[in-house]
């Protein structure tokens, strides 16, 4: 298909869902309201130096209380499905035992809200934000023992809301919670060790496939997980970067894909991690494997594996995102058939991509044409993917809002609206009023 909406619009069946992505800890806000616990995100952005901006997610977009205009938005676009997570510590201050009556009583009146407005609920279970409780007292996902409070809380929320969610997902973005929260120390809780991380790694999947199980006992809701894919290409055609970048694929795309659909670790990456490798009790990977209704993949760029260095530009190079993350469109098409090639995967949905945008307010608008074209080229990508055979089935916008960018602070904005922090005024980006347009002439073929 061409990029213009209209044809974007034919390139795909009827019953394809359009929609946008938040998580709690980057929008919510309301930090110590209601009953609230702290999460480790709390606590990390209280310590000096962890966040560049300094900034913390005490008010972040106010959405706690702003929930109704930001339903009201998603409606304005047009949208089928908002993907949003809840905070765990909001409805289990401690991580385990007692329940914040408070806090269910907020994502009950925002399930309330999206339902009147035609929106349907996705929700995620752990967008990053683990009651620091947890931390402190049992060490947090290093501890086998938060494998059972996850399957608790999950099981809770199934039973709470499953029939009016149109799906949960266990974990956003487990190789992030291990790898950028244990190894790189960029995400909370900032540890540096790779064995760490790959243990947090294995806890993050057996809570997966525990809760699972503990969900599927009390709703019949379509259950998944979405993980994020960043495709490793070798820098130079040298066979050691060809090798480097094959071990890149088995620790960020095979480390998690091969357990919870296939039931085992990748053997080249579990060679190449020797000693680091994680402890893994009998019965471990059959609790992991569980049938899955659907996967969810966040796509936002490819990595050039075994230089010194990146280069500036690598073939396909269209230009970089405000992260500085190369736009590789042609990658999400060739990396959608892969998957659907070598795992034979449940239902596809794109959960998660978009760009980081240097915007500013011009006459009262928001000219974001690169995010648009961003966004355009890779609807064109998914279309591509799904004519090859990539049973991809939605889309979700990163993100609805300019939010929280984790250890960025608030400086990089992939909104597709736009929110003065200072006022929480939001306003459409040039990119939402395009994702609209497009959304109703695909609706009109409905
Ligand atoms: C997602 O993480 C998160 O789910 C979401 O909360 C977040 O706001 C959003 O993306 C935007 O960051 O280091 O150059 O090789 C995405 C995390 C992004 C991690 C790409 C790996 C590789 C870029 N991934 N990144 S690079």
């Known amino acids: 298909p061409r990029a213009e909406p209209a044809a974007l619009a034919d390139a795909f069946p009827p019953d394809f869902l359009w929609g946008v992505a938040t998580s709690a800890a980057q929008i919510e806000g309301a930090a110590f309201e209601d009953g609230k616990g702290a999460s480790i995100w709390d606590h990390f952005c209280r310590q000096p130096g962890r966040i560049k901006d300094g900034s913390n997610i005490d008010v972040a977009c106010d959405h706690y209380h702003r929930f109704r205009d930001d339903v009201a938005l998603m409606q304005q676009l047009g949208l089928d499905c908002y993907r949003f997570s809840l905070s765990w510590p909001r409805v289990q201050p401690d991580g385990q035992g007692a329940w914040n009556e408070a806090g269910f009583a907020f994502y009950d009146r925002l399930l309330d809200a999206l339902l009147e407005a035609g929106l349907q609920p996705h929700a995620t279970l752990y967008h990053w934000d683990l009651p620091q409780a947890l931390d402190e007292q049992l ?30 997902a266990t974990h956003n973005e487990p190789w ?42 009390v709703t019949r809701t379509p259950l998944g997980i979405v993980l994020n894919h960043t495709p490793a290409f070798p820098a ?41 490798a994680p402890q893994v009790a009998a019965g471990d990977l059959d609790r992991i494997r569980q049938p899955l209704d659907f996967l969810g993949l966040n796509f936002y760029t490819r990595s050039l594996v075994g230089a010194d260095g990146q280069p500036v530009t690598g073939p396909g190079a269209r230009g970089f995102t405000d992260m500085g993350w190369e736009i590789v469109p042609e990658v999400l098409t060739q990396h959608l058939v892969r998957l659907a090639r070598e795992y034979n995967p449940p239902p596809l949905y794109i959960t998660e991509n978009g760009m980081a945008n240097a915007d500013r307010l011009v006459d009262g608008r928001v000219p974001d044409a690169e995010r648009t074209a961003y966004l355009a080229s890779h609807l064109q990508a998914v279309a591509a993917a799904r004519n090859l055979g990539a049973d991809v089935r939605g889309y979700f916008y990163w993100s609805l809002l ?45």
Not at 198 to 213: E, F, I, K, T, Y
Not at 245 to 274: E, K
């Open 139 to 168: 060490g947090g996902w290093l501890s086998r023992d938060v494998v059972g409070h996850f399957a608790d809380y999950a099981a809770e929320v199934a039973r709470r809301f499953g029939d009016r969610l149109a799906s949960i």
């Open 176 to 217: 992030c919670t291990a790898t950028l929260g244990y190894e790189t120390a960029q995400f909370a809780p900032g540890h540096t060790s790779r064995a760490e991380s790959l243990q947090v790694a294995h806890h993050l999947m057996l809570s997966h496939g525990d809760a699972v199980a503990a969900m599927r006992a």
């Open 236 to 276: 130079t055609p040298t066979e050691a970067d060809r090798r480097a970048a094959r071990i890149d694929d088995g620790l960020n795309v095979r480390w998690y894909m091969d357990p919870i659909l296939r039931g085992c670790y990748p053997a080249d990456a579990w060679q190449h991690v020797g000693a680091d």
């Open 402 to 446: 300019d939010n929280f960018e984790w250890n960025s602070g608030y400086a990089k904005r992939f909104g597709l609206v736009h929110v003065d922090y200072a006022t929480q005024e939001r306003r459409l980006k040039d990119s939402a009023l395009w994702y609209a347009d497009m959304i109703r002439r695909h609706r009109q073929r409905r």
